[in-house]
């Protein structure tokens, strides 16, 4: 099963997780590369905080998916970090989403190529031994 998600999601979202954040102060909003750049961008605007190039101390760390968490995981040990995905695939336990979907669920953000999603999906399942 795929599912789309929209420019028009990605914007209902940034204003979801901006809602959320406005009352914290961060020392900035790093993207995790790729998916979380475009997210990052829109927050750094959204909540007037600057954009980092790395993540750092009380930071905001973004990212367009937790599937398996071993991206996001890299960062855990920040201290006084916040943690915000687009969708998780799972329930969140010490990060935050805006939507959970289906393990099985193949999510096309706006910002992928659309023709190469069966070899992108095709290629991450290969990888990680799923069938």
Aim: hydrophobic share 35%; charged share 25%.
């Amino acid at each position: 099963m795929t599912n789309y998600f929209t420019w028009c999601d990605f914007d209902k979202s940034v204003d979801y997780i901006a809602n959320q954040c406005k009352f914290q102060k961060f020392s900035g909003i790093y993207g995790v590369p790729r998916g979380g750049l475009c997210l990052a961008v829109a927050l750094s605007h959204k909540l007037d905080t600057q954009l980092i190039e790395k993540p750092s101390k009380n930071s905001l760390i973004v990212d367009d998916i937790f599937e398996t968490g071993i991206t996001l995981s890299n960062f855990k040990h920040i201290e006084g970090a916040n943690f915000f995905v687009l969708v998780s695939k799972k329930k969140p336990i010490w990060w935050n989403t805006v939507k959970i979907s289906y393990k099985r669920e193949w999510i096309v953000f706006p910002w992928e190529n659309k023709k190469n999603e069966i070899k992108d999906k095709k290629e991450y399942h290969n990888k990680r031994g799923l069938k």
